[in-house]
């Protein structure tokens, strides 16, 4: 409701008075009879409330106009209360466990386990109920890989194998393993994982073992024999607690066959150079042929190399293994009892998560809103002018 | 705090309605309701012309009202003049619903009896009132209703109606001049 002066149709003064004589009737004044006469004749027109009308509207004020609740509004407090109880536990579950998995995700990848095909190529497979660093790691003594993709079976090698044919699949495995401690803990597991690797026939790659009082780590780069590695990582998880647990592998047959085909040509190559020198006749076709004899000799020795190295990353695994002592500065609280700074954590995750959903919810309920408003504003202008036209017909 | 004027029984009365701060003001739903319901009852039976369906505006315009008190702002208008609107909108949506809005038109039927205390000349002169109301047009007619029952200000009436006030008092004008004449 609002008014719009407008400077055109102002009041004449002779109406202005006439109203202003109304005006006086309708608030008693006497005045003027023939207005006070007009005043309470039109007033008489409409009757007074019924006296029962009006004691019942009585009533109806003083007792605050009560109305019936609705049907859903008469279950009692005693049986609400409880459902909402349960009703706000499962809600706040579902956040929490939400919080969990999306929490899990920006710490570790959960990769689905790998086809064959993604195997064959460059692929990395961690282990999906590992948990990441600085989460809570499995107890000493097991994998975490209930749920992991099953390690391949040991890659058969020719020198292995010799009976294979030459077309065996040639598998290069990575596996990176993170174990944690307690400070006093971290010498016996880096002994450990050095004595193991060698009982296995293994070799220490590199190592470097960094200590302090308040904890330290050690990383290892071991080369294991692959049809040992799972027994190295199950002994290696009896000695501290595995966090981490990332396995990876990648199909170098392409590479071997063609170190193959080039290893049997150059010594085909040979046969037929030599075959070619016990011919010649002439010095200069004989220095000749010696020349390209020592090429094919350093050409053999080239490809064996690759040989001997291919076979090595087919028969030996690459296992990079971490120890993590408790209270390092890098990873303060990995593997440590929960206590109130994890619960401030968890309780910041929480919040983060429900602002994500009240985000998510407001980015839903938001153009929902501008319509609802749009349909309120226009259902009210609607409803004015239809409350206007009852008054049009007379 | 803040007053306003009661006519309802003729006589000039102030009533004192407690406000809170600017546009927190509580209601003295009570003495609002006490001052005008009679008059609620007036404005409603004057556009429903029906006894009943006066007393259903009523009883409604005033539960809504009601249950809105704690929305009213004294800084927009008198508690009267929101009272109105709200009967106004009860009465229209009444209307609207019955498809009666041919109940404006003047049905002697629905009249009420005739004062028998009153003077002589008196049923002779209501029935010349009555006749001048049917005579007017029903957004006259509310006008009337508007200035004679719900007592309210030509800047009241224009912003009920979304006029200017002295577009209202225009229209109040022509109104009483035509139910003048329709009277003498």
């Given at each position: 409701m609002s008014s719009h002066p407008d400077p055109t149709d102002a009041l004449d003064p002779a109406a202005a008075t006439e109203l202003a004589a109304l005006d006086a009737a309708l608030a008693g004044d006497p005045a003027d009879p023939e207005w006070a006469a007009?005043?309470?004749?039109?007033?008489?027109?409409a009757p007074a409330p019924q006296p029962r009308f009006a004691r019942a509207l009585d009533d109806?004020?003083?007792?605050?106009?009560?109305?019936?609740?609705?049907?859903?509004?008469?279950?009692p407090a005693s049986r609400l209360l409880p459902t909402l109880a349960v009703a706000s536990t499962l809600l706040i579950g579902g956040v929490v466990v939400g919080t969990g998995t999306l929490g899990g995700t920006t710490d570790q990848a959960f990769d689905a386990p790998p086809t064959s095909a993604q195997e064959e190529t460059s692929g990395s497979t961690e282990a999906a109920s590992a948990p990441a660093e600085g989460d809570e790691a499995a107890p000493v003594g097991r994998l975490p890989r209930s749920s992991a993709p099953p390690l391949a079976a040991p890659a058969p090698t020719a020198s292995a194998n010799p009976g294979l044919p030459a077309t065996a699949r040639k598998v290069e495995r990575t596996t990176t393993l993170g174990l944690t401690t307690d400070a006093k803990g971290l010498q016996d597991a880096t002994n450990?994982?050095?004595?193991?690797?060698?009982?296995?026939?293994g070799v220490v790659a590199s190592s470097q073992v960094d200590s302090s009082p308040s904890g330290g780590e050690a990383t290892f780069v071991l080369r294991i024999p692959t049809a040992r590695v799972d027994a190295a990582l199950e002994r290696f998880a009896e000695l501290a607690s595995v966090a981490r647990l990332s396995e990876g592998s990648q199909d170098i047959t392409g590479s071997f066959v063609s170190a193959q085909d080039r290893l049997s040509d150059a010594r085909a190559e040979r046969k037929a150079l030599l075959a070619a020198l016990g011919k010649a006749t002439t010095s200069r076709s004989i220095a000749s042929l010696r020349?390209?004899?020592?090429?094919n000799r350093a050409e053999i020795a080239r490809v064996e190399g690759d040989l001997r190295g291919l076979r090595r990353r087919a028969d030996l695994t690459r296992v990079d293994v971490s120890v993590r002592a408790r209270g390092t500065a890098k990873d303060p609280d990995a593997g440590s009892a929960w206590g109130p700074g994890d619960a401030a954590r968890d309780a910041l995750r929480v919040l983060a998560v429900l602002?994500?959903?009240?985000?998510?919810?407001?980015?839903?309920l938001l153009p929902?809103?501008?319509?609802?408003?749009?349909?309120?504003?226009?259902?009210?202008?609607?409803?004015?002018?239809?409350?206007?036209?009852?008054?049009?017909?007379? | 705090m803040?007053?306003?004027?009661r006519r309802s029984?003729?006589?000039?009365?102030?009533?004192?309605?407690?406000?809170?701060?600017?546009?927190?003001?509580?209601?003295?739903?009570?003495?609002?309701?006490?001052?005008?319901?009679?008059d609620v009852h007036a404005y409603a039976w004057s556009l429903l012309r029906e006894q009943a369906a006066a007393e259903d505006v009523t009883a409604l315009a005033f539960e809504r009202a009601y249950r809105r008190r704690a929305r009213f702002d004294a800084d927009r208008g008198s508690a009267r003049a929101w009272l109105f609107a709200i009967a106004r909108n009860a009465a229209l949506d009444e209307l609207r619903r019955r498809k009666r809005t041919a109940a404006l038109s003047f049905d002697p039927a629905a009249e009420p009896e005739p004062d028998a205390d009153g003077p002589d000349h008196e049923p002779e002169r209501r029935a010349t009132v009555q006749a001048a109301l049917s005579a007017l047009e029903p957004r006259e007619r509310e006008l009337v209703a508007l200035k004679f029952h719900a007592g309210l200000s030509y800047a009241e009436i224009g912003d009920l109606l979304g006029i200017s006030e002295s577009n209202a008092g225009t229209k109040v004008h022509r109104a009483i001049t035509k139910l003048r004449k329709a009277c003498a």
């Open positions: 007009l005043v309470a004749a039109v007033r008489a027109e109806r004020v003083a007792a605050g106009f009560p109305r019936a609740r609705p049907a859903w509004l008469r279950v450990g994982i050095v004595r193991t690797t060698q009982d296995l026939g020349a390209r004899i020592r090429g602002a994500g959903v009240a985000l998510v919810a407001a980015a839903v929902l809103a501008l319509l609802g408003l749009s349909a309120a504003l226009a259902a009210r202008v609607l409803r004015r002018r239809r409350r206007e036209a009852a008054l049009g017909v007379g | 803040i007053a306003f004027r029984d003729g006589m000039s009365e102030t009533l004192t309605m407690a406000f809170c701060p600017p546009n927190t003001a509580t209601l003295s739903f009570d003495a609002l309701y006490r001052d005008t319901v009679a």
